[in-house]
């Protein structure tokens, strides 16, 4: 019987620990949240998309602008 490592090690999977989320929101007038609790750029919440919501999927993987980015 094969090991996990073994059985997806030709399936291509890569190690995407190093992909920065979210670079255009780093710098933006929304990048908190309006709490007491500063959110880093990388989150998936802002001040214009509020706990428990999140930014859109395409805006966190870098593929889509953000609407509201200033």
Known sequence: MKTLQEKWEDDG???NSSVI??????????QNDGTVWSNSFEKACCAMYPYPGSKP??????EDECPYKE
Not at 57 to 62: K, P, Y
């Open 57 to 62: 999927i395409a805006v966190m993987r870098n």
């Open 21 to 30: 989320k979210c670079k255009q929101c780093k710098g933006c007038a929304f």
């Open 13 to 15: 999977l890569s190690d």
